[in-house]
C-alpha cells in the first residue's frame, strides 16, 4: 500500500461513490448530496445512459406535455451539482469489494476508496447475432432509432424486435423512412397495448410475423443494402434453422435496421466480486423493498438491478432509495465506528 496506513486510507476513503449515470445515478447523487455525502459519480461510457437515445418521455410524473430525454438528464445532473455532487469522466475497470473501503480501479488510470458504493450502471442493448453485424453496425445498422433514424430519410428499413423499444423505434423511424417493418420471431407481441397499437395504426409499419434477421448485407462503403429473413409459421425460425428444420429464407433489399430487442445489465466489473448477480447478469437485490446486495455497503439502482419496470421514474425511484440505504448503512456504520471491520461472509 506504499506505505500508507489502513487509518489513513480509511480517512481518504469517500463516503458514497455512484456508477452510472442515467437516470437512477442522477437520482441517487440528488438524494446522497443533500445528504452532505460528497457524492462522486462516474459516468461511465454513456454518460446519461439510455435516455440519451430518447427524444420525447411522455410518462414521467410532472411532465404533462413530455420533456426530452436531455434535458430530462440535464436538469437531472444540475439539481446534482446543485447540492454539491461532483461528476468524473470515468467507468470502473475493477471492482475490489472483499475489503473495506472498497477500492475501485478507473479508466483513468486512478483508484479510489469509499464506504459505501451506489451501482447505478444500467444496460445496453442487445445484439441479436445476424451474420455481419459486427462489420455493420453504425453502418446502417444501428440499435438507436433516435440517433440514426434520420439517416434513413425514404429508406426503406426493418426493427427488429416485439417489445416496447421495437415499437418505438418503428414509430420514430417512419417519420422519414419510406418503409418500416418490424421483424419479430413470433406473432405475438410483447409491447404494451398502447404501443402495439400506435404501431399497427401506422400507414408506414408492418408486421413479419414468425421472423428473424439471418445475414445483413451491405459493406461499410454502401451501408446496409439488404438482409437474409428466416421464418417459420411456428415462430422461432432461427432455432428451427440451427437444427436443421425446414424454414423459407427470404432476401429482402433495405437501407437500414435497428434492433429494439431489449438490453442486457452492465455487471461485468462485478463477475469477480462477491455481488451476487442473477442468470442474465442483473444485480441481485435483498428481497423487499431494498436496494441493499448481500455484500453489506454495496447497492443497486435502476435497470442494472431491475429486469421488470426499467422505467425512468422507477429508475430514479431506485435510486433515491439506493441513497437512503446508503446514508442509513453509513450512520450505523458511524455508530459502531467500525469502518475497518471484515465484511461479513456473502
Ligand atoms: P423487451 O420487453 O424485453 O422486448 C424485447 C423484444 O425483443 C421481445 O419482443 C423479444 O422477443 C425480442 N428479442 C429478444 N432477443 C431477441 C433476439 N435475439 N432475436 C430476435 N428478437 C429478440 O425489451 P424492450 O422492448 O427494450 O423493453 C424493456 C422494458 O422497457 C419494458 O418494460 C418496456 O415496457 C420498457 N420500455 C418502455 C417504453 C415506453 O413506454 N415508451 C419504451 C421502451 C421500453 P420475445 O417477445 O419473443 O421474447
Redesign the pocket.
Request: glycine share 18%.
Given at each position: 500500500m506504499n506505505g500508507t496506513t489502513t487509518e489513513s486510507i480509511t480517512e481518504s476513503a469517500r463516503d458514497v461513490v455512484i456508477v452510472g449515470s442515467g437516470v437512477s445515478g442522477l437520482s441517487a447523487a440528488v438524494y446522497a448530496a443533500r445528504a452532505d455525502l460528497d457524492p462522486l459519480v462516474l459516468e461511465g461510457p454513456e454518460p446519461g445512459g439510455q435516455l440519451t437515445l430518447t427524444t420525447e418521455v411522455?410518462?414521467y410524473l410532472g411532465f404533462p406535455e413530455g420533456v426530452g430525454g436531455m434535458e430530462l438528464l440535464q436538469r437531472g445532473k444540475e439539481q446534482a451539482e446543485r447540492f454539491g455532487a461532483t461528476f468524473e469522466r470515468a467507468t470502473v475497470e475493477s471492482a475490489h469489494l472483499e475489503d473495506r473501503p472498497f477500492a475501485l480501479e478507473l479508466s483513468t488510470g486512478d483508484a479510489i476508496e469509499t464506504r459505501a458504493l451506489i451501482v447505478a450502471t444500467g444496460a445496453s442493448a442487445?445484439w441479436?447475432?445476424a451474420e455481419n453485424e459486427d462489420e455493420l453496425m453504425g453502418y446502417g445498422l444501428s440499435t438507436c432509432a433516435t440517433c440514426d433514424g434520420a439517416f434513413h430519410r425514404g429508406d426503406d428499413v426493418l426493427v427488429?424486435?416485439?417489445?416496447?423499444?421495437?415499437?418505438?423505434e418503428a414509430l420514430f423511424l417512419a417519420r422519414f423512412a419510406e418503409s418500416v417493418t418490424v421483424v419479430?420471431?413470433?406473432d405475438?407481441?410483447?409491447?404494451?397495448d398502447i404501443?402495439a397499437r400506435r404501431a399497427r395504426d401506422h400507414e408506414k409499419i408492418s408486421f413479419r410475423w414468425n421472423a428473424?434477421?439471418l445475414e445483413i448485407h451491405g459493406s461499410r462503403d454502401d451501408g446496409v443494402t439488404g438482409a437474409t429473413l428466416v421464418s417459420h409459421p411456428d415462430g422461432y425460425p432461427?432455432d428451427r434453422y440451427q437444427d436443421g428444420d425446414g424454414v423459407d429464407l427470404e432476401t429482402v433489399e433495405i437501407g437500414g435496421i435497428f434492433y429494439?430487442?431489449?438490453?442486457v445489465p452492465n455487471t461485468d466489473f462485478l463477475v469477480d466480486t462477491p455481488v451476487p448477480l442473477d442468470d442474465e447478469g442483473h444485480l441481485l437485490t435483498e428481497t423487499g423493498m431494498t436496494t441493499k446486495t448481500a455484500v453489506e455497503g454495496v447497492f443497486g439502482a435502476g435497470d442494472v438491478m431491475d429486469p421488470?419496470?426499467?422505467?425512468a421514474v422507477t429508475a430514479a425511484g431506485t435510486g433515491s432509495m439506493a441513497a437512503l440505504d446508503a446514508e442509513t448503512w453509513l450512520d450505523e456504520l458511524e455508530a459502531t465506528a467500525d469502518f475497518d471491520a471484515p465484511l461479513e461472509a456473502v
Open positions: 411522455e410518462n442487445r441479436v447475432g427488429i424486435g416485439g417489445g416496447d423499444s421495437a415499437m418505438e419479430h420471431r413470433r405475438e407481441l410483447r409491447a404494451s404501443m428473424e434477421l432461427k429494439g430487442v431489449g438490453h421488470d419496470y426499467r422505467q
